[in-house]
Structure formats: structure tokens, C-alpha cells
């Protein structure tokens, strides 16, 4: 990341900690699912405020997933936008990000899940969010998003079955302004393309990873590292029995859900050395799957 340190006047904008009002009308697993693409998670946003035309570092904005809620600010300034994510509970959580319509509210949203309508609205746009963090797992994730009101939701299923989403676990937060912040200078570049992926020679250890999406479709980047003895089949399995159960046959970093042809987003990652990771995309109509380790 480059940050400017003469820039150093922080606005810290309202960090709103409270827990979300349970959800006490459990959506039908089959209807929140409708709405995967939108999964993402919270955001607590530090901006950095500088005078002047001089572009901005910064600050990371802390996003922390836990049973069953966001935790973040509900205000922030749009533009370059930095979250740092965090899984910070004890179950699986993603980050699905959705942008709701002019006027539309959180409570919009709770209705709509809570009536059992199976057609997706057409007043929230997927934008992208973070998908599968293991707990304990972080990931930085810087972006450019316009003003407006979004939204964090998080589909995985509780054990129980019951998503987590309907537990409460979703958050609204405002966009407004502008940052005035540039994007980071990438350590590498992961490109999607029309094949597959373009994975560069990676090393270990902390960087800031551009994913690139030069496919003239949608495309998502997951990257996950299965752990010993376990295949993709393993996962493919432990998905289609629901991903709240049982022991993950893989540790889950995050990474991209679905970003629009010829868009970025920038991960700061720790990689380990001599991890193989798997980096997989099943957004299309063909799954692309490739691996690397850093050295
Ligand atoms: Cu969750």
C-alpha cells in the first residue's frame, strides 16, 4: 500500500458496534440463496480528510464478521474505499456487498427476505463482495465505489441450517463524498481472463494483489488453500450438503465475488510460503480453476 504521511488528519466517521436486531422471520434457505451474488459484510470506515487537491491516503476501515452480525460504521465517504475485513467469530462468514436503489432502506431488504418471493429485486445491484473467510482469516480490500447505500449480507447457514442472514447478520451503511484517495500500486497482477487465470510468480508474505478481470464477462476470484489429502471434490461435496456443517476440507481467504469485464479490486493478503492455493471461479458457465504456491 502507499499512503501519503503528510496526510494525516483522520475523520474517524461513526462506528456503529451494536448488534443488529435479531430476524426473527427465518427466510426460506432456497429464497436468501437467490441472493449468493450479493453476500458480503461490514464495514467500519476510517477516512483520511486532507486539504487541498492532494490525493489521500487511506485508512483502513475495519469489517468484522461474527455470530451472528457486521460490525462496522453505517457512514463513509465514497470514492477509493478501503475495508479491512476480518472473520472474527467461530462459523464460516462471506461479505456478499449489494447496492440498494435510490430510497430503498434495510428495512427493505428484511421485508423482501422475510416475504418468501423467490424473484431477486431488481433495486439492489450485486456489486461484489468478500466470499468464504475461515475464522481468524482477514483480508484488506480496496475499491472504488460511487455514493449510495449499500448493504453486507451473509448467506452461509448456521449448524443449524438456518442462513445467517435471518440471524441477523446484515448491515446498511451510507456512501457519500469523495475520498479523494488513489488506488494502491499493486506487488502483483492476477488476471482473469477468457482461459482461465493469469497467476504471476508470487512470493510469500504480506502484498497487495490486484485482481483484474480482463474477460469480457462477470467473473469472481475465491481463493481458498484445501488442506492435506483433500480435493476439490471434497468441497464441491461439503457445498452441496451446506456449508455450515461439518469440517471444511479447506481453509477460505476470501478474495472476490463477482466483479464486472474490465474492472479491479486490490487484496492485501499474507501469503504463506510453500502453501498450495487454489484460486477458482464458478460464477460462468465454466468453472476455471488454477493453483500456485508462493515461494
Ligand atoms: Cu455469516
Given at each position: 500500500m502507499t499512503s501519503d504521511?503528510?496526510?494525516?488528519?483522520l475523520e474517524v466517521v461513526t462506528v456503529d458496534g451494536r448488534q443488529s436486531?435479531?430476524?426473527?422471520q427465518v427466510a426460506v434457505l432456497e429464497v436468501v440463496r437467490l441472493l449468493a451474488g450479493l453476500a458480503a459484510s461490514a464495514i467500519a470506515l476510517l477516512v483520511v480528510g486532507c486539504g487541498g487537491d492532494e490525493a489521500a491516503a487511506v485508512e483502513p476501515v475495519e469489517v468484522r464478521g461474527d455470530e451472528y452480525a457486521f460490525v462496522m460504521p453505517s457512514e463513509g465517504e465514497a470514492g477509493v474505499v478501503r475495508f479491512d475485513i476480518s472473520?472474527?467469530?467461530?462459523e464460516l462468514h462471506e461479505f456478499a456487498l449489494g447496492r440498494l436503489a435510490e430510497g430503498k432502506t434495510i428495512a427493505d431488504v428484511k421485508a423482501y427476505l422475510a416475504s418468501g418471493r423467490e424473484d431477486p429485486p431488481?433495486?439492489?445491484?450485486?456489486v461484489g463482495g468478500v466470499p468464504l473467510l475461515s475464522p481468524g482469516e482477514k483480508l484488506g480490500l480496496t475499491r472504488e465505489l460511487e455514493a449510495g447505500t449499500y448493504v453486507f449480507l451473509c448467506f452461509i447457514p448456521s449448524p443449524?441450517?438456518?442462513?445467517h442472514v435471518a440471524l441477523g447478520m446484515l448491515k446498511s451503511f451510507e456512501l457519500s463524498g469523495d475520498s479523494k484517495a488513489e488506488l494502491p500500486e499493486p506487488d502483483a497482477v492476477i488476471v482473469a481472463n477468457d482461459g482461465g487465470f493469469e497467476v504471476p510468480e508470487l512470493s510469500a508474505g504480506e502484498q497487495t494483489i490486484e485482481l483484474r478481470n480482463a474477460d469480457d464477462t462477470e467473473r469472481e476470484f475465491f481463493l481458498i488453500a484445501l488442506k492435506p489429502g483433500k480435493t476439490i471434490e471434497d468441497l464441491e461435496r461439503f457445498f452441496e450438503t451446506g456449508?455450515?456443517?461439518?469440517?471444511?476440507?479447506a481453509r477460505f481467504h476470501g478474495a472476490m465475488q463477482t466483479i464486472p469485464a474490465g474492472t479491479s479490486v486490490y487484496i492485501d493478503v499474507n501469503l504463506e510460503a510453500g502453501v498450495e492455493y487454489t484460486l477458482a471461479d464458478n460464477s460462468g458457465d465454466r468453472p476455471f480453476v488454477t493453483t500456485f504456491t508462493p515461494a
Open positions: 504521511p503528510t496526510c494525516r488528519s436486531p435479531r430476524y426473527a472473520n472474527a467469530g467461530e431488481a433495486w439492489i445491484t450485486d443449524k441450517g438456518v442462513p456449508e455450515g456443517k461439518g469440517e471444511p476440507p
